[in-house]
């Protein structure tokens, strides 16, 4: 899901290469999905609040992976830090991880850190060029429930 300004750039990864994500540095072109849309839902409310979905645009893109067999699905058991999957500050020796695993794995898919038993994608924008494409985009209406009076 993004905002719906930067829905155009979309593909380019700005966000986490101008501010680094729990899977990735700084200066890395990184694209971070949901496998779902409740996730995604999830994910940008943590950040950014249910206010802010509620009144800034934002749309919900979907998109096609054409080589899934270069997707990677993290092993949680193999992550050395098991606190880098509950809720908290990102550390540099998780980025470094995230950064190892995307050099060798351009389609990496990690456990949701906002949605317990969800998942989430993060694409590589350099290494899985050619590998995914938008397949749809629609305006996004947060449930006002979700943000009441």
Known sequence: MEAATHAKTWKKGEGAFKVGGRWSPKGRRVIYCALDP???????????????LDT?????????ISRPDKAHVLDPATVPNKGWLRPGAVSAGQQAFGNALLDIHPLLVVPSVVSAHSWNLVIDVVGARGMFDRLSIEDFALDTRLHPA
């Open 38 to 52: 409740a996730t995604a839902i999830m994910e940008v409310a943590v950040h950014k609040g249910f206010k802010v």
């Open 56 to 64: 800034v645009a934002h749309k919900l893109l979907q998109i096609r």
